[in-house]
């Protein structure tokens, strides 16, 4: 395995993480002297998910670690053969110990990419049996990043561009394995930061949290820190004790509040003195175990404010449950008189972070003109996808022997493109996406201001455009198992995202019944369809 893959190497995918009849497939095509035949299949998806008219391409950087460490062991060769007919012959076997990717070939859209129906994520090509074999891996890889990705950017759009988006959906998704693929590409998607520690450590995807109810329910009010001492945050000056200070805080924030000074929870205050003493620089606290308004503020406010003496600013607190909009609003106008009465302007910014099972509906009231919320935090409804839990990606071969190859079938909707194609996005004079354009590789790419004869995809007529300008959109990025250039990282392809969305129009920006975004044919690509279809000779 390749050194810059090691630290991501627990979370590869493995060669049998495959349905049986690849392997049966596979038995088939050496059976029939065809295992090394030149074979090219596109992996795309037909529809945009979730009602939209985008998607994000995601999982490319995966592909590429899972391909570049393909090799059947002993122990799946086994397998395969304890599953296969006892009779086959063990030079199957054999040849199947000496696959690798040394052979593939893969251009893809850039990870983060916007996506179209019928435009192709993928296209890998290298001998047949091999590429055939890699279908499955290869739709597992794609298909759910994408659609995690696609689903992420969509909260980020609601979100608006000031909102930090926490994820927090590990304990919610599909399994570990699951849970690793939607903190990495929910970041992708636009999301700040994932509360899933093995993504930060494999996929350096940033980490954020808080503090649970059961932290602070865990404490009674009798707890003594072993040592309630703390420093100055300049380092200089006595230790203060801690709890005596929240105390007197706590008083003069009761009567601020009109509050009696039984109130507020003493099991809280303890709490939030424990995680003050571990975190004097990144106190935070989750304000509903009690009662926001009687327990969770005061208490809160009191320790801010001690640490506030000593130089230290609380980072944040959390609401999740009740109507989170409102108390968000009556909490910032506790902290702006609180500010006030006590001459400490820090506190009318703290961050007020929000969560509890946050949809795409919430989220928009959340972040209308007027929220006080800064932090959103999201688990089901960003891991799970549960508008549209698959992105349905289909992977079909277009090209055997350098013969373009059709799937014709009675759906029309299911019908494939033929041929080794390229794709490229047209664009307007002001940098608008005009459409996506899919051709034979033999032809002479567009060229800018040139006019174009093109078949939109479902159209009955063809249409004239003239680009500004013409970007290609498939890159090569494996040649013969070897990269042909360094992948971005992870942020990068995050910041590329952002910026794909961008350039969308508003029309197709919109979430709900949004403009369809044209995907089209050259005049050569689609009377290859035509003469296929029609059953006409190559």
Request: aromatic fraction near 8%; proline fraction near 7%; charged fraction near 20%.
């Amino acid at each position: 395995m390749a050194a810059e893959w090691d630290a991501e190497g627990r979370a590869a995918a493995r060669p049998l993480l495959t349905d049986y009849y690849q392997a049966t497939m596979a038995l088939g095509y050496w059976r029939a002297g065809r295992a090394l035949d030149p074979a090219e299949f596109e992996l795309f998806f037909r529809r945009c998910p979730f009602g939209g008219s985008f998607a994000l391409a995601a999982g490319l950087r995966d592909c590429m670690r899972f391909l570049r460490t393909f090799r059947l062991l002993d122990a799946d060769v086994q397998f395969l053969a304890s599953m296969l007919p006892p009779d086959t012959d063990p030079a199957f076997f054999k040849h199947l110990r000496a696959l690798d990717c040394s052979g593939v070939t893969v251009r893809a859209l850039p990870e983060g990419s916007l996506a179209f129906p019928g435009v192709p994520l993928l296209q890998v090509s290298g001998p047949l049996l091999l590429v055939q074999l890699l279908e499955t891996p290869l739709l597992c890889l794609v298909s759910y990043a994408s659609l995690v990705a696609t689903n992420a950017a969509r909260l980020r759009l609601i979100a608006g561009p000031d909102k930090r988006l926490l994820e927090l959906g590990l304990r919610r998704a599909q399994g570990p394995d699951g849970g690793l693929t939607a903190s990495t590409y929910s970041y992708l998607g636009g999301f700040d930061s994932s509360s899933n520690v093995l993504a930060g450590q494999l996929r350096g995807v940033p980490m954020a949290g808080t503090l649970a109810h059961s932290f602070i329910t865990s404490f009674s009010g009798n707890e003594v820190p072993p040592d309630p001492m703390l420093a100055p945050a300049a380092g200089k000056g006595p230790r203060v004790d801690l709890v005596a200070s929240v105390n007197l805080w706590l008083e003069r924030v009761c009567a601020h509040l009109g509050l009696g000074l039984q109130e507020p929870h003493l099991g809280e205050q303890a709490a939030f003195v424990a995680y003050a003493l571990a975190f004097p620089r990144a106190f935070q606290g989750l304000l509903d175990t009690y009662s926001v308004r009687r327990s969770g503020l005061p208490n809160f406010l009191a320790v801010a404010l001690a640490l506030g003496e000593l130089g230290y600013r609380a980072v944040g607190v959390r609401l999740d449950s009740g109507d989170l909009l409102q108390q968000a609003q009556e909490i910032r106008r506790v902290f702006r008189t609180t500010a006030t009465q006590f001459q400490v302007p820090w506190l009318e910014a703290v961050p007020i972070a929000v969560s509890n099972n946050i949809d795409e509906e919430e989220l928009a009231r959340l972040a209308q003109e007027g929220s006080e919320v800064n932090v959103i935090g999201i688990g089901t409804s960003v891991v799970t996808c549960p508008q549209q839990p698959s992105l349905g990606c289909v992977y079909k071969l277009v090209s055997v022997g350098g013969q373009p190859r059709m799937k014709l079938t009675e759906d029309p909707e299911k019908q494939t493109l033929p041929g080794s194609k390229a794709a490229f996005r047209l664009l307007g004079s002001d940098g608008s996406l005009l459409m996506d354009l899919l051709q034979l590789a033999e032809e002479p790419p567009p060229q800018a201001g040139q006019e174009l004869r093109v078949w939109p995809r479902g159209a009955q007529e063809p249409c004239t455009v003239r680009p500004a300008q013409v970007e290609p959109l498939l890159r090569l990025w494996l040649r013969l198992g070897e990269l042909c250039e360094p992948l971005p990282s992870l942020s990068e392809s995050r910041a590329f995202a952002q910026q794909s969305l961008s350039r969308l129009s508003p029309a197709h920006r919109r979430l709900q019944s949004p403009a369809v975004y044209q995907v089209a044919l050259s005049e050569k690509l689609r009377a290859l369809v035509d003469s296929l279809s029609a059953g006409g000779l190559l």
